[in-house]
């Protein structure tokens, strides 16, 4: 039996060697892929960043919990290189990410921001399906939001949470950098620090300047302390409170046809450089392009047009 | 006469031109790129990267005034959203950095890290490639440094300076998130700060337990307060001592190679998504295949092989 299939009865192991095989490049995976495809679209995926040290892994770790008790199985990828979930914690928190190991109704997975096999945007939406496939209702991707990749990844999320922190004093920057048009739910998190209510009375001034459109989803601002399990149980209402209003007013179909498109976009972007890879990769012709653009005897413009018309020869 | 001769004389308003075509994506801008390559190779990069509110763009902003009191022209690539040399500043470092606007040997571009025709790594080159065509000495280039992009953006520079700040509590993070190994240089910034001293000796105790090579090059730990110009002739000195070894240990041809050979990629990629684009965005071509994969009639993956094959036939 394939590993597409043992994955779509809940298998755990093919789960996991599946996305070995996807972050290795492996041949064949696109077949399994392809298997999974039709059954991705029943998860509610949740994008949640912010910066690092907002707490934002504790509050991903509490949301496990809570989702758990309701009786949903819950996936997580870590993109963020600071998290627990990726490997990058002390040891206090790596001890709390050891209890959803146990739990077969959890499915783990951290994304190291280098070295996926054709680039990080499509590794996430590869993931992300696959854990969608193997039936898992919710997944949380946790990025630091920051990147051009990262952004890309936080729009594959049906409802995007954006952590803040008091006294960080980088809120301003974050919000200038774009983050205030992609969250639908603020999140003030380590709210006993000392200014988290002007934090968010700062915030919520910034949010009524902002020109929304009547019908338009109107992002919440709630206070939370992740580590005591404080505010998290409201979050999660707000959570499916968005879930019903993108539901309701059509936006759930809209941000489908968004998702397919960046997915299909990545998919042939690395499928196209795969093959050159292949094609460049070969008698040491990589290696000779690479030597004339370094002594400037050509440049790169003239060479990628050579190396295209190569490949449009070679798949005659 | 076309704008890479007049770039070449260094005109800085064909320049400025040449930037906005490129952004645009408009056509024949090739050509022009073609004729600046063989000009580029004479710039010193440096880049400079550390979180927001780390102080990094007054650190730019004064060693702007530093090389160009020793009568070195410089550019400034910014690519952090959060830089007043991007747009994101607050009032008082706008007014700062107009001093430079009327300086002839100073140029300065951002990049927004969304909407850049192509993506943000090519963009990049292409900037930094064009400054250095067009006569500029000095390079700065200054990133957040966090995500994949930007960490690319990173390996064009031949001297990559970390700007760490004491009390922002996430430089074990930055550490972990690999930044230590691409750092030449590290500065501790708003070292007037409490816990400055403490940051440096950490962070000291943990490059002696890295394992360098014996004739790798050690990064050395700075103390500066960019505000008030304390530290940065030092920095400077570093930075001159840093290119000399690079250039006297062979290292200044492997990054060379390193760079032309990222430079190829993003140009080839670019390219080839080009002419997919052309071809998809035609007779809603895409648009049908959007509404195939929401409806789950398709795959992705099928959907890539499908304009791949479409893209052969039309170059044929």
Chains 1, 2 share one sequence.
Do not use: C
Not at 135 to 146: A, C, Q, R, S
Not at 154 to 172: Q, R
């Amino acid at each position: 039996m394939g590993l597409a299939k043992e994955i779509l009865q809940g298998d755990v192991r093919a789960t996991a060697k599946l996305m070995r095989d996807v972050e290795d490049g492996l041949p064949g995976i696109t077949e399994e892929l392809k298997i999974l495809y039709p059954h991705t679209g029943g998860a509610h995926i949740i994008g949640i960043t912010g910066s690092p040290g907002s707490g934002k892994s504790t509050l991903v770790d509490v949301l496990v919990d809570t989702f758990r008790s309701k009786g949903r199985t819950v996936g997580v990828v870590a993109i963020d290189p600071s998290s627990p979930f990726s490997g990058g914690a002390v040891l206090g928190d790596r001890v709390r990410m050891q209890r959803h190991a146990m739990d077969e109704g959890v499915f783990i997975r951290s994304l190291a921001t280098r070295g996926w096999h054709g680039g990080l945007s499509r590794a996430a939406a590869t993931v992300i399906n696959i854990m969608d496939a193997m039936g898992k209702n919710v997944i949380l991707v946790e990025t630091v939001g920051v990147g051009q990749a990262e952004v890309d990844i936080m729009s594959f999320a049906h409802t995007s949470i954006v952590v803040l922190v008091p006294g960080l004093g980088d809120w301003i920057q974050t919000i200038k950098a774009g983050i205030l048009e992609i969250a639908d739910i603020f999140v003030i998190n380590k709210a006993d620090k000392e200014g988290a209510n002007e934090l968010a009375v700062e915030l919520q001034a910034m949010l009524r300047l902002n020109a929304y459109p009547a019908e338009a989803w109107r992002p919440k601002i709630l206070l939370t302390e992740a580590i005591n399990e404080k505010g998290v149980d409201k979050l999660v209402e707000e959570i499916y409170r968005h879930r019903e209003f993108i539901a309701a007013s059509g936006r759930y179909d809209a941000h489908l046809k968004d998702k397919v498109k960046l997915e299909l976009m990545e998919v042939l972007k690395g499928s196209l450089m795969d093959r050159v890879s292949q094609m460049i990769n070969k008698d040491d012709y990589l290696q000779r392009l690479v030597d004339d653009l370094a002594n400037r005897r050509t440049d790169p413009y003239s060479a990628a047009s050579e190396i295209i018309e190569k490949l449009l020869r070679t798949l005659d």
